[in-house]
């Protein structure tokens, strides 16, 4: 594929979110899976990458072949063994590493929010762009309803 197919797919797409999944104690049981196939499945999203990192107690990060994960109890992981774009890298899993105790396993997901591709494709066409985005996650609204903000 030349890097001008690459530019017209990616003028294509809705935006590319990910997120880090924290299984503590390194318990991946899978059951959100899913939930997550039918987020796919109903074209909601689209899986660009997949990856499971394992934090030591000692802080050593070990990358987690999703074929490798029968052992730990996930082997509902395996549906999406090979989703990888390229975005991740080794920079990338050592920041997520950051963000997790010792001790336990995360699992990151890089996808494309496909519902609203024909509305950013339509926004582009007519100039604009995205200068920002942000999500709040739950933990904060839950923690401003307690307060009474």
Not at 81 to 88: D, M, N, V
Request: hydrophobic residues 45%; aromatic residues 6%; negative net charge.
């Amino acid at each position: 594929m030349s890097q001008t197919d690459d530019v017209s797919e990616f003028e294509e797409m809705g935006p590319i979110d990910y997120v880090v999944i924290e299984f503590p104690g390194n318990r991946m049981t899978g059951e959100g899976i899913p939930l997550l196939l039918d987020l796919v499945d109903r074209s909601v999203i689209r899986i660009l990458d997949l990856a499971f990192i394992r934090k030591d107690t000692d802080g050593t990060v070990t990358a987690v072949a999703v074929e490798d994960m029968d052992a730990m109890g996930a082997r509902e992981f395996a549906v999406f063994q090979g989703a990888a774009s390229g975005l991740l890298d080794r920079d990338d899993l050592n920041e997520a590493a950051n963000a997790i105790e010792p001790g336990n396993s995360a699992g990151l997901i890089v996808y494309e929010n496909t519902w609203a591709a024909p509305l950013a494709r339509a926004w582009r066409r007519g100039g604009a762009q995205m200068v920002a985005s942000g999500r709040i996650p739950v933990q904060a609204l839950l923690a401003a309803a307690e307060s009474g903000a």
